[in-house]
Structures are given as structure tokens and as C-alpha cells.
């Protein structure tokens, strides 16, 4: 099962990598997991500098702005 | 990395400084100049041997980085050459050697620190945001 994490705090920005994240992993059909990880020190522990990030199976894979649904399809695969 | 608080992405994407940190009195100066620059809200230091290991939160943070500064002590520039080596290449780079501190005969002094934070702060320039 795909771990998908966002990291982030709550903001605009962060709701939409959630949604965008999951609508990539329906679109593929894959099993998967979303967490929101909102604690600044869970956050910090990832080694960000910014948020909202998105992680894959532990691997951070973007920080700091919303890649397209596509994007996000590309690095579940 | 306690003290490193993320943004919001909401806001300007961080400077981020890069010292060799090396083991010579010049690489203590680099550490420290960043130090100083990331206390007075230039930029932020962040993690060279994070780039070095491929540290995944470590390059993509990078990637989003709206500027970057690299200060190598001396011309082995093991800085530069930890980021080149890592696919990053628009950044700009300090060398003490370049700015009259010679390794091995200059040491962290509060004077030199100041000098080198100060040479790179001009080299990242005005604007936003820590």
C-alpha cells in the first residue's frame, strides 16, 4: 500500500496538494494511505524548509508549491 | 534542525546558504558567516552534507529555494563542487580564499566573520526572505 503523506499546517496551499493527491491516486487505482501531517516538529524531522510538501513511501518527492494531478501521477508510479 | 522552521508555501520560497564548514579555520569562518546571515535574516543555512547524502526533504527543499548561496573556505571549493555534483548550478558562490582569508592563517575572528557575512549578503542581494 502507497504511504502518501502532506506536510503542512493547514493552509490553502496544503488542502490543495491533499486533494491533488488524491485524486492522482484514484486516477491510477492504486491501494493507498493519506496522511496530513500537520506537527511543525513531525514536519521538521522530514528535513523541509517548506510546506506544503508531498512524500511518498518516506521519500520526499516535492516542497513548497502544488504539481499537477499528471505530476503527482508520475511519482506514485 | 530544531531551530529551522519551515514555511508556508503561501509565502516567499527561502535563501538558502550553503558553508563548507570544513575543518580548517577558513571553513569555521563560512559556518559562522552563515550562522550570522541566517540570525539577521538574509537567508537561511541549511544542510550540506544533506545534499551531499541525497537526503530527499534536504534536495527537494532545495529545488523550491528562491536563491542560494555557497561559501567555500578555499579554493578546493568542496562546497560548490557538493551542489554541482547534486545537478544544482544557478547559485552564487563565496570564496573566502577570493576576499584575502588564507587557510591556515586566519582565524574566526568576529572581523572576518563579519567581512564574510557581509560579502554574502551583497552577493545574494536585496529582497525577501529568510
Redesign the interface.
Known amino acids: 500500500m502507497k504511504k502518501i503523506q502532506i ?3 493547514g ?4 488542502k490543495k496538494l491533499a486533494a491533488a493527491a488524491d485524486a492522482a491516486a484514484k486516477a491510477l487505482g492504486i491501494e493507498y494511505k493519506l496522511e496530513k501531517v500537520t506537527d ?2 513531525e ?2 524531522n ?8 508531498l512524500v511518498v513511501d518516506g ?7 502544488v504539481p499537477s494531478v499528471d505530476e503527482i501521477k508520475k511519482m506514485l508510479a | 534542525m530544531a531551530d529551522k522552521k519551515p514555511n508556508c508555501g503561501c509565502n516567499a520560497a527561502p535563501r538558502l546558504i550553503f558553508p563548507c564548514s570544513g575543518a580548517a579555520d577558513v571553513g569555521a569562518i563560512a559556518d559562522q558567516a552563515a550562522r550570522t546571515l541566517t540570525k539577521d535574516g538574509v537567508g537561511k543555512m541549511y544542510c550540506l552534507a544533506g545534499i551531499g547524502g541525497r537526503v530527499s526533504g534536504i534536495m527537494e527543499s532545495t529545488k523550491a529555494a528562491s536563491a542560494i548561496l555557497v561559501i567555500d573556505g578555499c579554493p578546493q571549493d568542496c562546497a560548490k563542487n557538493t551542489l554541482l555534483q547534486a545537478g544544482f548550478s544557478k547559485f552564487k558562490h563565496l570564496r573566502l580564499s577570493d576576499i584575502g582569508m588564507e587557510k591556515g592563517k586566519s582565524p574566526a575572528d568576529a572581523e572576518r566573520i563579519s567581512k564574510a557575512a557581509g560579502k554574502g549578503a551583497e552577493l545574494l542581494g536585496p529582497g525577501c526572505c529568510a
Open positions: 506536510l503542512g499546517t493552509c490553502p496551499k496544503c511543525i516538529n514536519i521538521i522530514f528535513g523541509v524548509m517548506m510546506t506544503p510538501a521519500t520526499v518527492k516535492v516542497v513548497g508549491r
